[in-house]
């Protein structure tokens, strides 16, 4: 089983100028990254971590708790990851002296935000210092500070440093003194899931066992109904010491049961179906499926949880595209069946909302199944996500974004691209992934002097792996996703390795042969 993710692996995999991909992959180099640096400045984001005061601060929220600049941490920590992933398979490139410099400015104006004791965040260091922890449920802290562990992994893997990574680690050593199953720790999990598979990425880096076990209790504890021993659910703790009524929901909460909304209505190991949030529950379930690898002795339950959810999404919630979430009003997923195709069909106002981030989710999702099981259902769905579901959020020249995907375009909600949005948490997710995206099409285990790779995803690519005894290449050829469908995949090692090569037979392939020939040179 390979511990690799695919931010660390795609470092081996290299496009050629022809490759589909790799043309995806250079509209991003070449425009959106320089664009999305220029949003950033142009809203107020690149300088933010300045921690002076911008006047959208004072700006009543668009939707009630939640302020316009919360995601601003996110925002640019994302940005500085996915820039990270091209930076290190092209330091050279033609745009990256500018992009290499902004890198440079945001890593220094991190560190010079850094509170004493490590506390790392805009809103609550700026706005509402006095609100630190206290609405875990609505206010993403913990969602911000996961990205920006992501960011300084990726930093850390293309500079060799630990500029960004310093600081961050002392960032996640106080959230291990502050949350925990302790008496004097806070027994809350974050509303919006992401910290979960940063922190267990970490610990693959850093073997601090601290970031496993603060991983495992934010998954365990979420959904508890007995948080502090008298029966009671954590938000609902948090919520009556922040004064608010019982019967006080944001908007964009389901009232019926609406802790659904961020998977903490039940155990993760105990729900039956997928609910709320879409892109919520692709990383949480993410996280899971991380976490499953790691821990041999309680794996069962997680895989089971995860074969459940994950059967029921792509049998009963998923639109043909792979796109997930058909409710608007929580961004989420509804009842089993329920797929309309645009905003001026079906009950109540109609639905398919399909977020460009939560079909990444479900990328990120499969692959990490198929790090815990080689079956190809994972892959299609894979497959499926990244070419109808996830191609849609960027257009062409890598300028303009979406952020809702509807099947069906209406008068009301006219499906159309923009540069940015006041959440723009699609463009950069869309920017990391495809720097990331040779980590995707395959995986390699590696025993001894054996290796076994599995080609998940079919396209023009070259991996190179380096051994003990030597270097093992191996290439695709092919024209896929267009021309007769024909892939020839060649191999290249020292005679000492011995290779197995596993590769995926799709599931819409209504026929398939394969060939095998023999080359030595």
Request: hydrophobic residues 35%.
């Amino acid at each position: 089983m390979s511990l690799l993710n695919p931010q660390t692996a795609y470092i081996y995999t290299k496009f050629p100028d022809f490759s589909f991909w790799g043309r995806r992959r250079d509209a991003v180099q070449s425009k959106t990254l320089l664009t999305q640096l220029n949003m950033l400045k142009k809203t107020g984001r690149y300088d933010a971590f300045k921690l002076k005061w911008n006047p959208v601060y004072d700006d009543p929220p668009s939707i009630w708790p939640v302020p316009k600049h919360l995601f601003w941490d996110s925002d640019v920590a994302k940005w500085i990851e996915g820039t990270c992933y091209f930076l290190a398979t092209d330091m050279d490139g033609s745009n990256n002296d500018e992009i290499k410099k902004a890198v440079d400015e945001l890593v220094e104006m991190i560190r010079n935000a850094q509170q004493d004791d490590g506390y790392l965040n805009i809103h609550f260091t700026v706005v509402d210092p006095k609100g630190r922890w206290k609405n875990l449920r609505d206010l993403h802290e913990l969602y911000n500070a996961g990205h920006l562990i992501e960011a300084a992994l990726a930093h850390h893997h293309c500079y060799k440093n630990d500029q960004l990574l310093a600081p961050i680690l002392k960032y996640v050593d106080l959230l291990c003194k502050s949350f925990g199953p302790g008496e004097q720790q806070i027994h809350g999990y974050p509303g919006h899931p992401e910290i979960e598979l940063a922190l267990l990425r970490l610990y693959r880096l850093t073997k601090n066992e601290n970031y496993l076990q603060l991983a495992r209790f934010f998954i365990d504890e979420r959904g508890n109904p007995d948080s502090d021993g008298t029966g009671r659910h954590y938000y609902d703790i948090e919520k009556a010491a922040r004064g608010e009524k019982q019967h006080e929901w944001p908007s964009y909460v389901p009232v019926s049961n609406p802790y659904r909304y961020m998977q903490a209505h039940l155990p993760i190991t105990k729900q039956p179906t997928i609910e709320g949030h879409s892109v919520r529950a692709m990383y949480l379930l993410t996280g899971v499926a991380d976490l499953s690898v790691l821990e041999q002795t309680s794996r069962t339950k997680y895989i089971e949880a995860l074969h459940r959810l994950w059967s029921n999404m792509v049998k009963k919630k998923m639109y043909m595209t792979g796109g997930i979430g058909a409710i608007p009003a929580w961004e989420g997923f509804g009842q089993d069946y329920y797929l309309p195709q645009g905003d001026d069909e079906g009950a109540d106002g109609g639905g398919c909302y399909a977020e460009t981030c939560a079909a990444i989710g479900v990328v990120m999702l499969a692959e990490r199944l198929l790090r815990l099981e080689l079956k190809g259902e994972y892959a299609d769905i894979m497959e499926l996500c990244l070419y109808n579901a996830v191609l849609t959020g960027m257009s062409h020249d890598g300028a303009a974004f979406t952020y809702v995907n509807q099947l069906a375009s209406s008068d009301s909600n006219l499906s159309k691209r923009s540069e940015w949005f006041e959440v723009s948490c699609c463009p950069p997710n869309v920017s990391r992934l495809l720097g990331s995206i040779g980590g995707y099409l395959w995986a390699v285990e590696e025993t001894g002097a054996a290796l076994a790779i599995n080609v998940h995803i079919y396209t023009a690519a070259s991996l190179k792996i380096s051994t003990v005894d030597g270097e093992v290449d191996i290439t695709q050829t092919t024209k896929l996703p267009y021309g007769d469908g024909s892939v020839v995949v060649s191999v290249c090692s020292p005679e000492r390795v011995a290779i197995t090569l596993r590769l995926r037979i799709p599931g819409w392939a209504t026929s398939w042969e394969v060939c095998r020939y023999i080359h030595i040179v």
